[in-house]
């Protein structure tokens, strides 16, 4: 079956705009989580979803806010970019067992913001 | 609150060695644990997970890991390496209840030596 599908895999922008990063999650899964991965920081819980409601949330500012719709694809936004923004965002599905089961990983939005 | 701890950053060995990346965790409560693998531009891959079952649990690729609670520990092992395995190697923690989120260690590079 298809996996976690993220769009687009490369991103640049400009300080000061705003962006949109979409994920596909596997069939059947309803929870979809964000990382954040950085060199410096590594990797971060930004959110999570499950059947579009917002469960759980990182220590982000509120630039960084998401969505979930009713077939489960999540999109995340990020406002306002900072250079500081520039990373490679995962997101993640899991079926109904949740972490015993484990998080499929995309491949990933590379954002570099200049 | 968790946290996970991987000792060195770069990890090299000879192919047909043995592999052991190291992770040691904090949690107050009972954890799941578990090791993912990065190989450049892609997404993290699931490697094996400690739910609370079999306290040695064997993954994909070759690899294992023993949870010991007395030593906090959850080292990744693999009795020979093949170059293939040359990647980012992430421990992780979750609590068996509670945030469904992950709390990822800092990252190991394994390179292979031919």
């Known amino acids: 079956k298809a996996g976690v599908t993220q769009t687009p895999r490369y991103l640049i922008k400009t300080r000061g705009q705003q962006v949109t990063l979409s994920c596909s999650p596997i069939?059947?899964?309803?929870?979809v989580s964000w990382y954040q991965q950085t060199p410096g920081q590594g990797l971060q819980f930004l959110f999570e979803?499950?059947?579009?409601?917002?469960?759980n949330k990182g220590n982000f500012p509120g630039r960084f806010s998401g969505r979930q719709f009713s077939n489960s694809r999540s999109e995340m936004n990020v406002s306002t970019l900072e250079l500081g923004d520039s990373a490679l965002y995962l997101c993640?599905?899991?079926?109904?067992?949740?972490?015993?089961?484990?998080?499929?990983f995309g491949s990933g939005t590379r954002l570099t913001v200049v | 609150a968790q946290s996970v701890t991987q000792l060195g950053s770069h990890v090299s060995v000879s192919e047909g060695a043995l592999v052991l990346l190291r992770c040691n965790y904090s949690s107050s409560v009972p954890p799941y644990l578990f090791w993912y693998v990065q190989y450049p531009n892609q997404g993290l891959q699931l490697l094996l997970k400690y739910t609370s079952a079999a306290t040695l649990v064997k993954g994909i690729n070759g690899f294992e890991a023993e949870f010991k609670k007395s030593e906090t520990s959850f080292h990744l092992t693999k009795p020979s390496a093949h170059m293939s395995d040359a990647a980012e190697y992430f421990c992780?923690?979750?609590?068996?209840?509670?945030?469904?989120?992950?709390?990822f260690g800092q990252g190991t590079r394994l390179t292979i030596n031919p």
């Open positions: 979803y499950f059947s579009e409601t917002q469960r």
């Open positions: 993640a599905s899991s079926g109904t067992g949740g972490l015993v089961s484990g998080y499929t």
């Open positions: 992780a923690v979750s609590l068996i209840q509670g945030a469904q989120k992950l709390v």
């Open positions: 069939s059947g899964h309803r929870s």
